[in-house]
Nanobody, 115 residues
């Protein structure tokens, strides 16, 4: 079994920063692609950023230049560094691992950007 636990969310003012973590257990982290998704109330869940098992990265246009996705395979942990946060970034953020025909989701962590 694969279990994912997100952490690092919270309340931050516009322009501030947060770093989200995604800690994985139960499998070999390095073989999976890892994505960060977010879902705001009343909206569909969207892919924010992804890093493949080979280290390739991609981002949704709205976060390019502000967010950085990374992974530390030795720690079985992925990260999302979020800078210059905006109110529209407010959402529950979810970590997902995918690969070998399987998908695994974390429980989500709330990010609120507000004055």
């Amino acid at each position: 079994q694969v279990q994912l636990v997100e952490s690092g969310g919270g309340l931050v003012q516009p322009g501030g920063s947060l770093r989200l973590s995604c800690a994985a257990s139960g499998s070999i982290f390095s073989i999976y692609d890892m994505g960060w998704y977010r879902q705001a109330p009343g909206k569909q869940r969207e892919l924010v950023a992804i890093i493949t098992s080979g280290g390739s990265r991609n981002y949704v246009d709205s976060v390019k230049g502000r967010f950085t996705i990374s992974r530390d395979n030795a720690k079985n942990t992925g990260y999302l560094q979020m800078n210059s946060l905006k109110p529209e970034d407010t959402a529950v953020y979810y970590c997902r691992l995918s690969g070998r025909g399987s998908n695994y989701w974390g429980q989500g962590t709330q990010v609120t950007v507000s004055s």
